[in-house]
């Protein structure tokens, strides 16, 4: 269903993908957009080892896209070291493709961005974070991601240094 890489020799390990997703702070989605244009859009995100979460607004493009078709891509770039001796960039990357659902369930919405306050503000007081979620409940939603297929691909110069 999904394509094979052609370039195994770059392929990340399921392992150090999922590394890339946990320590990436934002990421692009692509949806399906309005007269079938592709509609990416960046933003931020959290990673649970099995889900993708993502804070949004409650109307827009991308929940217009969304409720039309929920199959999406995300993509994290973890390094993009520019190299001009070498005409070439040293990078690492990450897509991930899967569904995409609009959270109804108020404890699951709530659960969902209370990760996202973690991840984006970990050294904050529990008591801070409520707050903050508190003063934006009423006009937030979230979204989640399940994956179905992760790749993830290095340059092959990172390859090399990892042997």
Not at 133 to 157: D, N, Q, T, V, Y
Request: proline share 4%.
């Amino acid at each position: 269903m999904f394509r094979e890489m052609r370039r195994k020799r770059q392929l990340l390990s399921q392992e150090d993908a999922q590394k890339v997703l946990y320590r990436g702070t934002s990421g692009v989605l692509a949806v399906s957009g309005d007269d079938d244009y592709p509609y990416a859009v960046p933003l931020s995100y959290v990673y649970d080892g099995q889900k993708i979460y993502f804070h949004s607004a409650k109307s827009g493009h991308k929940l217009d896209s969304i409720s039309k078709n929920p199959k999406v891509s995300f993509c994290v770039i973890d390094k993009d070291h520019i190299v001009p001796d070498e005409y070439t960039t040293y990078f690492r990357s990450v897509i991930v493709f899967g569904t995409i659902r609009i959270l109804q369930d108020e404890a699951e919405k709530r659960e969902a961005i209370e990760k996202l306050a973690v991840k984006y503000a970990p050294d904050d007081t529990e008591e801070n974070r409520k707050k903050a979620i508190e003063r934006e409940w009423k006009p937030l939603c979230m979204l989640e991601m399940i994956p179905e297929h992760i790749s993830g691909k290095e340059a092959i110069e990172l390859v090399r240094q990892h042997k």
